[in-house]
């Protein structure tokens, strides 16, 4: 080990093994880029579904639709979940990363990959879209790309496996590795089930496409397919999970209520949340009733319990490390003397309340067999998962960039003004732009429809006059979220090119990797019990809880109410 470099951080007293900090800020740039090519297609998609704008013609559509779906829900997201990776892993728990030249191998792979299925797409016949059904053929590059990208970021989901090994075997830590470790290690046991489902339904459609096989069944498809497509957002909400706890860490030096609850909540993930897939599947006619039954009901309650498990110990402890500081006035002066403005808190605490409050109760009643009937393949089901992937992943994997420009960059932020701001633009933006999506959607909005006012289509319909009052708002709203992520990008770019070097007298050298003990910023004084009030706590956050189970009762009734009047029963 004495010939291994390490940094420590000044600032925040992190340990960087510099191979995985390379490799961190690889990944995180190449996951900005991404990012920006995903975002500019997304503002042709909003300008052309906004009713009044209407920009593109429906090939062009089509092509951008793809391109936006597949850069950010996989190529950004993963991307950056690997510098995760490696953040929780080797530099968490004090280690050197296990096999560097592997995890760059990896990367290149990655890299490849994406280059390849976006040149695909530009090319202008692989305007597929994420899903890329089968019959619908795609330039067979579109899911070589897919699969070059897959390979690399399973050599990167055992990389971080390793370095947990060599982290174990040089007791670089004590007990049990950090919650935040485990948050990753359980979004790693998902990627490695979601990226093996993609390589065994992707490999025999790029031989199909190639025209070494003859036939792929639909309905096998889309059903392996999916293990992919909706898994892939499960390996985002561990991972974001695991920054919200980070953040609440980082900023106030924050405990989990009951690590043992929380780990238990990140083990119910593993075991139950990809069963979600199933709610894209619950109109197809090859699945038995029984599957259908089983997934949307007995076994999605467990992981929807994890998920409220973590909406209700991660502000919890932000609470009591809040009233430890003596922040003890009423129920909410924590909250209301939490740093606002401080874009690495308020970009997660968006983050956490879009998440649970549009995504977690939407998904809950989205994934409902009977009431899916209804919203299923409309425009609900984007509004749906804007709120759980760009708010509730995208937006913190933001806050966590801010913490990173000046620790893993040494950089100090530019434009410290807007990026202030920019959470609570980007947050705000697509809280409503999600919000009026799913309204659409209740009325009947088409997914994925060109032009939502069937111009010229030889039968024609129309949609309510407050489709359009929606559609609208979703296009306006949505440009502002997008202004929000130019911003973050404005501000991340010019930050680690451009900003003032931090100077460090810390730099490489032979640093022992037990250095440093893993402990909170702020010991929370005289315990957790002692700081609430009522017996509990975390008041404030069991009233937050509780507001959160009535919107969740009334949504859901509401619903069911409207279920009833669109199929009557006599």
């Not at 019990?529 to 404030?540: E, H, I, L």
Request: aromatic share 14%; glycine share 10%.
């Amino acid at each position: 080990m004495s010939n291994e470099q390490f940094r420590i951080c000044p600032e925040s007293g992190l340990q960087f093994h510099k191979p995985a900090e390379n490799l961190m800020r690889a990944n995180a740039v190449l996951a900005v880029v991404i990012l920006l090519i995903g975002g500019v297609a997304a503002l042709m998609v909003t300008l052309t579904r906004w009713p009044a704008v209407h920009l593109l013609p429906a090939d062009r559509f089509y092509q951008l639709l793809t391109s936006h779906g597949v850069n950010m829900l996989i190529f950004w997201i993963i991307s950056f979940e690997m510098a995760v990776l490696y953040f929780c892993s080797s530099t968490l728990l004090r280690c050197r990363l296990a096999t560097p030249r592997i995890a760059w191998l990896g990367f290149v792979l990655m890299v490849t990959g994406i280059v390849v299925n976006n040149l695909a797409v530009m090319n202008g016949d692989a305007s597929v879209m994420m899903t890329s059904y089968v019959p619908m053929p795609a330039n067979p590059n579109f899911y070589l790309g897919l699969i070059l990208f897959a390979v690399g970021a399973l050599l990167g989901c055992f990389v971080f496996l390793g370095t947990l090994v060599i982290a174990k075997e040089e007791k670089t830590y004590e007990g049990s590795i950090p919650l935040v470790t485990f948050g990753a290690l359980t979004a790693c046991i998902i990627a490695v089930f979601t990226i093996a489902s993609g390589a065994i339904i992707l490999i025999p459609t790029y031989m199909w496409s190639m025209g070494w096989i003859n036939h792929i069944d639909p309905v096998m498809y889309r059903l392996v397919w999916w293990a992919l497509g909706h898994s892939s957002q499960q390996i985002n909400v561990a991972a974001h999970v695991s920054v919200w706890y980070a953040i609440a860490a980082i900023v106030f030096g924050a405990r989990p209520l009951s690590e043992k609850v929380s780990r238990t909540a990140f083990f119910l993930y593993i075991a139950f949340l990809q069963l979600a897939s199933a709610h894209h599947l619950l109109v197809d006619p090859g699945i038995s009733s029984e599957w259908k039954i089983f997934n949307t009901s007995y076994a999605m309650y467990l992981a929807v319990l994890a998920s409220m498990v973590h909406g209700l110990t991660v502000p919890g402890s932000i609470e009591v490390a809040q009233r430890a500081k003596g922040f003890t006035k009423g129920l909410f002066e924590w909250l209301r003397k939490a740093p606002w403005s401080n874009p690495v808190f308020s970009g997660m605490f968006i983050s956490l309340v879009g998440f649970g409050f549009l995504g977690g109760i939407s998904g809950v009643v989205m994934g409902t067999e009977q009431i899916n009937i209804i919203i299923h393949n409309t425009i609900y089901v984007p509004g749906h998962f804007h709120a759980t992937v760009v708010i509730g992943t995208t937006l913190s994997f933001m806050a966590l960039t801010y913490f990173l420009i000046p620790v893993l960059f040494r950089r100090k932020v530019m434009f410290a003004g807007l990026a202030k701001w920019q959470p609570y633009l980007f947050g705000i933006g697509m809280g409503v732009f999600s919000t009026v999506m799913m309204g659409a959607g209740t009325l009947g909005v088409a997914r994925r429809h060109w032009d939502m006012a069937f111009t010229n289509s030889a039968i024609g319909f129309d949609y309510p006059a407050s489709a359009y009052t929606l559609m609208g708002l979703a296009g306006i709203s949505g440009v502002a979220a997008i202004i929000g992520g130019g911003i973050f990008i404005l501000v991340t770019v010019s930050s680690v090119f451009f900003g003032k070097r931090l100077e460090s007298e810390s730099i490489y050298g032979a640093v022992p990797t037990r250095l440093m003990k893993a402990e909170p910023i702020v010991e929370p004084a005289g315990g957790h019990a002692a700081a609430g009030k009522w017996g509990f706590a975390a008041p404030g956050t069991f009233i937050f809880a509780l507001f959160f189970l009535a919107v969740f009762v009334i949504y859901y009734a509401i619903n069911w109410k409207y279920l009833a009047s669109v199929w009557p029963m006599s």
